[in-house]
């Protein structure tokens, strides 16, 4: 972005008179004042702390200029200083303006599972054809998805914006700051569940994504979902569907995967063969509504299928990766719900190993009154003629290995404390074997990072 606080000013509502500092020139945003660069606008936010208090730090990695939601009196002498009512507010405004001042064409997605990996299928599917900017890492809150429309250079043409949410009403307000010409619901799971209660609920909260979307948008979404079926009957716009069913309008055929990769054939291309380069028929459907929006707008499938083979994913997904002594570690240790945990236990199950398969799952976090029986019901995934030993963390797991006792009494199984995670490190690195497979499967909150950094750091054995 270039812009000159003049401009910036008027999009923000500036209460202040700055008529000295009108022609100063902004080049980048930047909430976190390490992060700023020469030319950045500082955008002092109020959360647990004050981001005012690092109006110094800002101007010492670049800012340029900075927003104001304190009297003026409190703001740094002889440096330019848009007041406003409110911080957050002004960067969602600026958002907002600069969004039309670029005018992409937008496609927001949001679900339960798989919404990282769509935006990144998406986005290397259209960039096979357009200029293309997406949503970095996971920036989908009120926060990040105004941080990635202000991330686009001028030419960008499509804007893929990944919308996350915990609560009623947020995706309506991020709908609506975007507007998108298109909008993805992955799937509905039972993500934030302690805040909703119900999947009715959930599936309520994620049809607001469609809120912002125009009178001729498009809905994507997964219409093996009855929840999702019934929503989108209200709705005006142009639906198109995915799925496993041979009804939805986008259906895969033939799924084939192995231990790095997926493929699968479709009803509207049977003669392409579509490759992923990870584990999980689940991440098929993710494929198939990135295909559906990159069919959309026109891209062949052929740029399509070259694209999904070398998608470049979002780090801290499911991804295969090595122990110090050689093992196969399947580490997924960023988020983890009663879906997810099913999807990637019936994949790892199928993987061609020599030696044994264990697997190590955390506490599913913000389940609400939910946790116990939800974590009790993982027990009919674990198959114990695939699963050698199963490592639980956390007080919810308690509930799991109480119901894997009564399933499969023959299974190893072994529970720690969230503050044992040092122990249950040392006893992997003396079970693992070069031979071996393992899986990492847990909420963030859990922290199982530290027990994969463990194990790739284990001597040779």
Not at 27 to 32: K, R
Not at 317 to 332: F, M, P, Q, T, Y
Not at 423 to 451: F, W
């Amino acid at each position: 972005m270039k812009m000159q606080l003049a401009e910036i000013a008027h999009a923000v509502g500036a209460i202040n008179d700055f008529e000295e500092w009108r022609s100063v020139s902004v080049t980048s945003v930047a909430f976190d004042s390490r992060h700023l660069q020469p030319g950045g606008l500082f955008i002092p936010l109020t959360g647990e702390q004050d981001g005012h208090k690092f109006i110094q730090s800002a101007i010492d990695h670049g800012a340029v200029a900075t927003l104001w939601a304190r009297d003026l009196a409190t703001a740094p002498a002889d440096f330019p200083v848009i007041q406003v009512a409110d911080s957050l507010k002004a960067l969602q405004d600026l958002a907002q303006y600069y969004l039309s001042k670029i005018n992409p064409r937008v496609v927001a997605i949001t679900g339960s599972n798989g919404k990282t990996t769509t935006k990144d299928m998406i986005a290397a599917i259209l960039s096979t054809q357009f200029n293309v900017t997406k949503t970095h890492a996971n920036f989908n809150n009120e926060i990040g998805v105004p941080m990635t429309v202000l991330s686009m250079e001028p030419n960008t043409e499509m804007l893929v914006v990944e919308m996350g949410m915990d609560r009623p009403g947020q995706l309506d307000f991020l709908s609506k700051l975007v507007s998108p010409d298109l909008a993805v619901i992955t799937m509905i799971g039972e993500a934030h569940i302690e805040f909703f209660g119900t999947r009715d609920r959930i599936a309520d909260a994620k049809m607001e994504i469609t809120h912002g979307l125009s009178d001729d948008g498009i809905f994507v979404y997964n219409g093996d979902e009855p929840l999702l079926q019934e929503r989108s009957a209200d709705l005006t716009q142009r639906q198109i569907t995915f799925g496993q069913g041979t009804d939805n309008d986008l259906a895969a055929t033939d799924i084939q995967g192995s231990a790095t990769a997926t493929t699968f054939t479709t009803n509207q291309w049977p003669d392409l063969t579509f490759t992923i380069p990870m584990i999980g028929t689940y991440n098929v459907n993710n494929a198939l509504a990135a295909l559906a929006v990159g069919n959309v707008y026109r891209i062949r499938p052929e740029s399509a299928q070259k694209a999904l083979q070398t998608v470049n994913l979002t780090e801290n997904r499911a991804e295969w990766v090595k122990s110090a002594n050689g093992a196969a570690i399947l580490s997924d240790v960023y988020n983890s719900n009663p879906t997810a945990v099913k999807e990637v236990l019936a994949a790892f199950s199928k993987t061609p190993v020599t030696g044994k398969r264990y697997v190590v799952l955390g506490d599913m976090l913000e389940l609400g009154d939910q946790a116990n029986a939800m974590h009790a019901g993982l027990a009919a995934a674990i198959d114990p003629a695939a699963i050698s030993h199963v490592y639980l963390v956390g007080p919810h797991m308690v509930a799991l290995q109480q119901a894997l006792a009564k399933q499969a009494p023959e299974l190893a199984v072994t529970h720690y404390e969230s503050a044992d995670l040092v122990t249950l490190s040392a006893d992997l690195q003396a079970s693992l074997t070069p031979a071996d497979q393992i899986l990492l499967k847990g909420s963030h909150g859990i922290h199982l990072e530290q027990v994969l950094a463990a194990l790739q750091d284990s001597p040779e054995k």
